[in-house]
């Protein structure tokens, strides 16, 4: 057993050294690296300590050394911290910091004022670039809403290194105005043209022209399957990643043959804000499915497409249909919005919306809800309609009679 100081700790007998599970765990870090170890319960503080520092020493000799100082150390301690690497978008801030580090890199950052900041996010925002995108190549600028988190993670790189009250350059900064959200809901007749447009088998091709099926054999559409799961039950395209067959359970069909609905146990999303405490953690839930949901869930376990799958596939298969359609503007994503504001409209329950879309809060159910109308506004305009019902109107001809 470690002997300890009085006074001390006995979870943490020293820097770098706790007490995890059934033993102890010892980390060493180097320029924002860290090294993790287990050890038994009865070890011996000094070859804790031994093995922290003959790791220290080997991640010194291997890790590309940084200058002290600059920008680029300081965000690589930034990315280091527990509190920021808890973030359910971890590497979505270490992206974004990436990118100021290829500009700020070299420089102290003190040296780095609002301006400059300000210049970045105009150049940002109106300067068309080429984008490499899931092999993809664009030209344009950055939407509002990428060049605001951006500027978040910069300012929250000097708020976690500083603290709260210290001078912070990005705060002087305003972000750009983002547009007011949209109502993303389609009638389930435009939903199905659109699954209808998706070929039911298609020929895979990559970057380099080859064929991913060998001598040209078509396969099965895994994305259109994906896709009409998404339209009947509202699941994000991350938790659907994530589902395992045990989890979902299909009702036997009926005389006739047809699907009588399901359920299906979703993981738990991870959110938002980092939750602190056990009890605030979500749970897994299980949602019921209608008989169109459980069809194509059926579909879906036929072609065996559980597991992780490329959004920028989907996408393109998406984009496709909508093209040879003439429709533009519309996402996959939209079709989650779809069925949730059907949710909506029907119970006029937001946080049974809100249940069954896995949201942390109402507002982002709100949002979901924008293309349903309120029922006090569908109620005015039925009486405003029966008011109206006798009157007739006189259409001016362009003769003027």
Not at 249 to 263: H, K, R, Y
Request: aromatic residues 6%; contains cysteine; proline residues 7%.
């Amino acid at each position: 057993m470690l002997m300890r100081r009085v006074g001390r700790d006995p979870n943490n007998p020293a820097p770098g050294v706790r007490r995890h599970g059934a033993g102890w765990q010892v980390v060493a870090k180097v320029r924002g690296e860290r090294s993790f170890e287990q050890f038994p319960l009865d070890t011996p503080l000094r070859e804790l300590l031994e093995w922290q520092k003959d790791e220290k020493a080997a991640l010194r000799t291997t890790l590309p050394t940084t200058k002290a100082g600059t920008f680029a150390a300081d965000a690589r301690k930034y990315l280091a911290l527990s509190s920021v690497m808890a973030m359910p978008t971890y590497i979505e801030r270490e992206q974004h910091i990436e990118e100021w580090i290829a500009i700020f890199g070299t420089r102290r950052r003190r040296s780095i004022k609002p301006l400059e900041i300000e210049q970045l996010r105009d150049h940002w925002f109106t300067t068309p670039r080429a984008l490499h995108d899931d092999g993809t190549v664009k030209v344009g600028p950055y939407s509002a809403a990428a060049v605001n988190k951006r500027l978040r993670a910069l300012s929250n790189l000097w708020t976690k290194l500083d603290g709260r009250r210290a001078p912070n350059p990005v705060l002087e900064v305003d972000e750009c105005e983002e547009p007011d959200p949209e109502a993303r809901g389609l009638p389930y007749d435009v939903i199905e043209t659109i699954l209808a447009a998706i070929p039911d088998t298609a020929i895979g091709v990559k970057k380099d022209g080859t064929r991913t099926t060998g001598k040209g054999i078509p396969r099965p559409s895994k994305n259109k399957a994906r896709l009409r799961v998404i339209a009947y039950t509202g699941i994000p395209h991350s938790t659907l990643k994530k589902l395992a067959p045990e989890s979902l359970e299909l009702f036997p069909v009926d005389q006739e043959g047809a699907e009588t609905g399901g359920t299906v146990l979703l993981p738990p999303r991870r959110k938002g804000k980092k939750r602190r405490r056990a009890q605030d953690k979500p749970l897994p839930q299980r949602i019921p499915l209608i008989p169109q949901a459980a069809a194509a869930f059926r579909e879906f376990d036929r072609l065996q497409c559980w597991g992780p799958f490329s959004n920028s596939s989907m996408w393109k298969a998406f984009q496709r249909a909508c093209r040879s359609l003439g429709i533009e503007g519309l996402t996959p994503y939209d079709f989650r919005h779809s069925y949730l504001t059907v949710v909506y409209d029907e119970t006029r329950d937001l946080r049974v919306t809100g249940q069954l879309g896995s949201h942390a809060s109402e507002r982002t159910t709100k949002r979901y809800t924008m293309a349903a109308v309120a029922p006090h506004v569908q109620a005015a305009a039925d009486k405003v309609r029966a008011r109206f019902a006798g009157v007739q109107i006189g259409v001016l001809r362009s003769d003027g009679k």
